[in-house]
């Protein structure tokens, strides 16, 4: 009898140790014992991640981007390569003639604006990649002559030699309208 005894105690033993023991391992490794574990607020954070990258897909769905292959020259600010007011810009604006490097702005072929069926109007901002020193963002400001298609041209400052570039990426990215 002692020793069935004995067997039931150390059986007990055995299982209060076993016990104790994934107690110890649970508190070294921060699992609680109770019903949340510390898994459960990273699973939390991962279904917030979840939502938030959901409504982000939603925001990009709505935003559709123009992209196309332009040839983009230069041009000045001067009565021979505009009209007989160079200072004044197809949309109103008034120029420095001799200070307009820097202000980035552009002239646009009449295909590439609104007001013709293109995606363009005066104020946008557009992207001009493969156009060496003048990649960059650009402000449409003017238009060009009739007889010019697919071009853009950068306004600069008089003095600056001719630049041509033949295959020049342009691009928007407008708010789709629903």
Known sequence: MKKKFSNFIQIKRSRYVTVMFFIFLAGTFGVSITSETSVDPLRKENRDLEVYVDSLKTVIEK????????????????????????????????????????????AVSRDFLERWGGPFKFGDYIIVEDAGEHSGIWEIKDTMHPRWTRRIDFLVNRGIGNVKYDSVTVRKYKPRED
């Open 63 to 106: 935003i559709r981007m123009f992209e196309t292959t332009v040839v983009a020259t230069i041009y000045r600010p001067v009565v021979s390569q505009t009209d007989d007011t160079p200072h004044i810009l197809a949309d109103g604006t008034r120029i420095d003639p001799w200070n307009v490097s820097h202000k980035r702005y552009l």
